[in-house]
């Protein structure tokens, strides 16, 4: 105890007599030039300070210790033609960013690992052995030279767990089987990242609140251009914007490429389309044969200015298209400017087990279609139409194919369920309910196309209800008949069935629609009619004009395709208010 007090004095008489005693500070450390031979950057030695540029040599390894910071000078970059290996810690990270006391985006030009830099080498699980590494670093305004500048420019590089912040031009760009994973990537002008293919993998990163000037055809968030083999998944993409010019959607661009997009959060992004846009440029050399897949995403609350807000289907060049486009097992809901859109020819697209529900827009629409399959989607309450596919005729030589629409449900859709031209060859198993209350609306409208000589599809085993004003409008084909035969209506009664098709009967211009037999209920392959509760579809009865004492009689019908309890009333407008009304009949 006596020790302990005699220690106490000795320190506050030190501090009583030099009382501005402060320890010693790391001094700066001016770095240029090459690097020839295996080199670390300390702690002890930092900051470092890149007065001009640095250059790793082929065969030499930089190695950065966690907590060092290195600073910039204008235009000045970190080359690596051999290897870095900068891997700080969570709570030690190593830094890269401007020399200026007032920092800004473009301060200094970025970090270069080059074609012939020693590549990352992966474990047969993914985990890093090996190689150029850049991991818990911050890199922050960098990208001199503007939006075309990237931060970092890599080749089989694993770069994770970093903060890249605030850049003039792209975060990221390029990458040959390089792993990107676990990054935060916010506020780069000249949009989040570039990733290359050949395996490469994008996984587990947040890309937030980037964006890009009108100009450069990419993505806000992520661009995959001219790429083979990129996989990107497991991203949260927010917040993102471009210009809104053509070909810049806020989230991810795919511009000549294949890749696999799955299991995404891509929410509250901006640009000509909003969560992704697949652009097919065949003239780069990727040819046909193109399988962009998009599964398992939520893509969401995004903004589409011109295209759709959800997912965007183009195609670029002249002569091929990309197939079998798979869209598969998302939930793409409340976008602006639609859900799912495709506006030129591809061979085929697969839109299957997505939800597709409360989009401004339609929820899926596919124009010059050559094959679509269209299944098990539950496509619900957009305020365009459900679905839409239109077929293109023998493009390029490619005929016309068997688009198949079935095991859907479409319901309440504000401008209609179906609008499908007949090039279709199944329409079965579906639920259409509830759809049309603004517009031509309806159920199904077909579309006559003339290079189609005789439909020859089947319709089917779906289940039609209140849909307004009918569950079913023939196409403009003067003499033709259409079989729409073993169907469930939501009766059985012929009169009633008639009521709600509407064909040459109604429009000798029209085709009449063969519909006998009808199904004695709902399709049993069809999905289940969840939207219950929907109001009766009435055949209303015209004015009438009921003299004092008089009688009036009257006879009206009304399906109600609930099976539900309902009541009625009526108001006679004499001041009695709105009274029950007794109805009789069946």
């Not at 051999?82 to 800004?104: M, Q």
């Not at 569950?471 to 003499?479: E, K, M, S, Y």
């Not at 729409?484 to 069935?497: E, L, M």
């Amino acid at each position: 105890m006596q020790l302990k007090m005699k220690f106490l004095v000795f320190i506050l008489v030190v501090f009583t007599l030099f009382p501005f005693l402060t320890l010693p500070a790391n001094a700066d450390t001016s770095i240029s030039g090459t690097i020839s031979a295996d080199t670390t950057w300390t702690l002890s030695n930092s900051p470092y300070i890149v007065t001009d540029n640095v250059l790793v040599f082929s065969g030499a390894t930089l190695t950065i210790e966690p907590g060092v910071i290195v600073r910039f000078n204008g235009n000045k970059s970190l080359i690596v033609d051999g290897g870095l290996v900068a891997r700080g810690t969570d709570t030690s990270k190593i830094t890269f960013t401007s020399n200026k006391t007032n920092p800004a985006s473009g301060d200094w030009r970025g970090i270069v690992f080059t074609g012939i830099s020693n590549p990352a080498v992966f474990d047969s699980n993914g985990n890093y052995l090996s190689g150029s590494v850049l991991q818990y670093a911050t890199v922050e305004y960098a990208g001199f030279g503007g939006i075309d500048t990237p931060a970092i420019s890599i080749n089989t590089v694993f770069i994770d767990h970093d903060l890249i912040r605030n850049n003039a031009g792209f975060g990221i760009f390029g990458g040959n089987g390089a792993k990107i994973t676990n990054n935060t990537i916010t506020g780069n002008q000249g949009g989040g990242m570039q990733p290359g293919g050949g395996g490469t993998i994008v996984s587990g990163n947040t890309i937030t609140n980037n964006s890009i000037p009108v100009g450069p055809r990419r993505g806000a968030g992520i661009t995959a251009m001219w790429t083979t083999g990129l996989t990107i998944r497991n991203n949260f993409i927010s917040g993102n914007t471009s210009s809104g010019q053509a070909a810049q959607p806020g989230g991810i661009f795919s511009f000549g490429s294949n890749p696999v997009i799955a299991g995404n959060t891509i929410i509250g992004n901006r640009g000509d389309a909003g969560g992704i846009e697949v652009y097919i440029d065949n003239g780069q050399g990727l040819q046909s044969y193109n399988t962009p897949t998009i599964t398992n995403n939520t893509i969401s609350d995004n903004v589409g200015s011109i295209y759709a807000g959800g997912i965007q289907l183009g195609v670029g060049g002249s002569s091929t298209f990309a197939v079998n486009a798979i869209i598969a097992d998302n939930t793409i809901s409340n976008n602006h400017g639609g859900g799912i859109s495709q506006g030129v020819p591809w061979s085929s697209v697969t839109v299957t087990n997505n939800t597709i529900d409360n989009n401004q827009g339609a929820g899926v629409s596919l124009g010059h279609e050559i094959n679509a399959i269209v299944t098990g989607n539950k496509i619900t309450n957009n305020a365009g139409a459900g679905l839409g596919i239109t077929h293109q005729q023998n493009f390029d030589g490619i005929p016309v194919g068997p688009s198949t629409v079935s095991n859907n449900t479409v319901a309440i859709n504000a401008g209609g369920g179906m609008f499908l031209d007949i090039g279709f060859s199944n329409m079965t198993c579906n639920t259409i309910v509830g759809n049309g209350s603004v517009g031509s609306g309806s159920g199904v409208t077909l579309i006559n196309i003339p290079f189609i000589s005789s439909f020859t599809g089947t319709i089917a085993q779906n289940t039609f209800g209140s849909n307004s004003p009918y569950d079913f409008v023939a196409p403009n084909r003067t003499g033709s008949i259409l079989s729409a035969s073993s169907n469930w209506w939501g009766t059985t009664d012929a009169a009633q069935i008639n009521i709600h098709i509407y064909d040459s009967f109604d429009d000798v211009s029209r085709a009449t629609i063969g519909y006998i037999p009808v199904l004695n209920e709902p399709s049993s392959c069809a999905p289940p009619d969840l939207y219950t509760n929907r109001p009766p579809v009435i055949n209303q009865l015209g004015n009438a004009t009921i003299n004092e004492g008089a009688t009036y009689s009257a006879s009206g019908s009304f399906i109600d395709p609930d099976s539900s309890s309902w009541s009625a009333t009526v108001n006679y407008g004499d001041g009695s208010g709105v009274q029950a009304l007794t109805l009789s009949g069946t």
